[in-house]
């Protein structure tokens, strides 16, 4: 069945170039029969792979030289998951007055590429993969093509080129010294590598590139740019926040398994603190409903990241989980966000209100998102912030990863001003597909919270068990947190001039650029000199 893999990868591609030529309609359901098929796909990878996984030998060289396609049960999870968000952006789409033949092309081909890069094996190909994907998103963002989005496309586009290009650099001195581009060879060999600070430098160039991909501080100033860009659909937003960022911190995840050697756990450990607090600290200062979705994506990438380098297998599995629910809340979030700001012409969380009244549904799968990013009881956020807090009881870090959620939920106390009753506004519909969309990721969020030692058992095959009184410990904590940053809003402290200042931060492209060699020369002299 290894021959699964790479329909996988190709299919979206070809069925991106199809609907090329086909007329609107014709298009419109080539791509959601097309989308609902690889959904199926990867359903059936999925299955095949919890009991062995699947491998795709490109050409019939083997590693250490060849081109690796693999399917294991992480991998085929995240395909799994690419798949089925694909699918909702496409059936909430139909439609659309700018989704023409080039827009369709472009979106079904990301997919491809997305797929490709959580299947790939070699290093070589995942850089290829993020290159043109980079490619491919730049011209998203910059679809419609008004100077803003043309500007915030140009930035991501000459950043992550920027990034990938030392990525490249590492590469190669990588294959200097161990002759494979292989994760799965890497992480048999590299035990016996004799001098491991011989490693030092190529991996602080990759994992520099991984981490400006995670949007980890402080080479997170691209984000916000291109997920909250003004003119942007709302559907680009929604993949790239929901989607597109999980591969630079799914990369990190791959170069961190095979380099097992190199202990840079408290570095990035801290990164990941430091990348949560000021993830939300910005968040909270924004006014722009989009801006706050991003900077709380910055957020949640430090979480993950913190997740992913505590001690033991349990942090590990968290964050993959924690994964999997960003995925499904943001990018309902972002759906919700883009109704909302057609509706109400303006993205001034301040100046939105009556939102039950206006659009009931699109308010209730709002309320369904919030609570899930903060973690609310029976959402699916509450088990894997559960399981990051419990695994980080080994550093001590519960009050902070506490302290973290406040922030979480304070952002979002300040997005709810949108439920505020107004009796002025008045009902507007809203298409039939989009509201089924928006409802099945809602319930998907319920579900992940409901049953979420039953999918964590499903997903990633690890059993978890919460006691009643925990359950119960932890709902008094976030009813608590929701209490203070309820408390915290009302007495204003969010519109301070503190507050002000650092809503009117804006790096340029000079400036963001100057955070990757800062990043890099951090990180190698904490891997030389400690």
Request: charged share 10%; glycine share 8%; hydrophobic share 55%.
């Amino acid at each position: 069945m290894s021959y699964l893999l790479y329909i996988l990868v190709l299919f979206p591609v070809l069925l991106g170039l199809i609907s090329y030529f086909l007329k609107s309609r014709g298009r419109a359901y080539v791509a959601v029969i097309g989308s609902a098929l690889e959904f199926v796909l990867s359903i059936i990878c999925f299955g095949l792979s919890r009991s062995e996984a699947l491998v795709a030998v490109l050409g019939g060289w083997s590693p250490p030289v060849g081109i690796l396609l693999r399917g294991d049960l992480t991998a085929s999870v995240f395909c799994m998951l690419t798949a089925f968000l694909f699918l909702c952006f496409t059936v909430y789409n139909i439609r659309q007055a700018y989704l023409g033949q080039t827009f369709y092309m472009l979106f079904l081909t990301l997919q491809g590429l997305l797929t490709g890069i959580f299947l790939a094996d070699d290093l070589f190909s995942i850089f290829v993969l993020i290159e043109v994907s980079t490619m491919v998103v730049s011209l998203l963002i910059m679809f419609k093509r008004d100077s803003r989005s043309m500007y915030d496309g140009m930035i991501y586009l000459l950043i992550n080129t920027f990034s990938m290009t030392i990525f490249l650099f590492g590469l190669a001195l990588l294959y200097r010294q161990l002759g494979t581009f292989s994760l799965t060879y890497i992480s048999e060999i590299i035990g016996q590598v004799k001098n491991i600070k011989s490693l030092y430098l190529p991996y602080a160039l990759m994992m520099t590139s991984a981490c400006l991909k995670s949007a980890i501080m402080p080479l997170f100033s691209w984000l916000p740019k291109a997920h909250g860009t003004p003119s942007a659909p709302s559907v680009v937003s929604a993949v790239l926040s929901g989607l597109y960022v999980k591969g630079g911190i799914y990369l990190f995840f791959r170069l961190k398994q095979a380099f097992y050697v190199i202990d840079a756990h408290p570095f990035f450990l801290v990164s990941g603190i430091i990348t949560a607090i000021v993830g939300f600290v910005f968040a909270v200062s924004q006014s722009d409903i989009k801006m706050i979705l991003s900077y709380s994506t910055v957020s949640q990438l430090g979480l993950i990241m913190l997740a992913f380098n505590l001690p033991g297998t349990l942090g590990t599995y968290a964050g993959l989980f924690h994964i999997v629910n960003h995925a499904l809340f943001k990018s309902l979030l972002f759906l919700c966000s883009g109704l909302i700001v057609e509706a109400y012409e303006t993205r001034d969380v301040h100046k939105i209100s009556g939102l039950f009244r206006r659009m009931p549904v699109v308010a209730a799968a709002c309320v369904a998102g919030i609570l899930g990013i903060s973690g609310a009881p029976l959402f699916n956020a509450f088990l894997s912030k559960y399981l990051i807090a419990d695994a980080s009881k080994v550093y001590h870090l519960q009050a902070l990863m506490i302290f973290i959620n406040f922030g979480t939920v304070l952002t979002f106390v300040k997005y709810a001003q949108i439920f505020k009753p107004n009796r002025k506004t008045k009902p507007i519909p809203v298409p039939v597909n989009r509201q089924a969309v928006l409802i099945l990721l809602g319930l998907a969020c319920v579900v992940g919270g409901v049953l979420g030692p039953f999918v964590m058992r499903l997903l990633f095959g690890q059993a978890v068990h919460i006691s009643l009184a925990s359950y119960m410990n932890k709902t008094l904590i976030y009813c608590l947190t929701l209490l203070s940053a309820f408390g915290v809003y009302r007495l204003g402290l969010t519109r301070t001039k503190a507050f002000s200042s650092i809503r009117a931060l804006d790096l340029g492209f000079n400036e963001i650029a100057l955070t990757i060699p800062v990043f890099f020369v951090i990180l190698l002299g904490y891997l030389v000199f400690l």
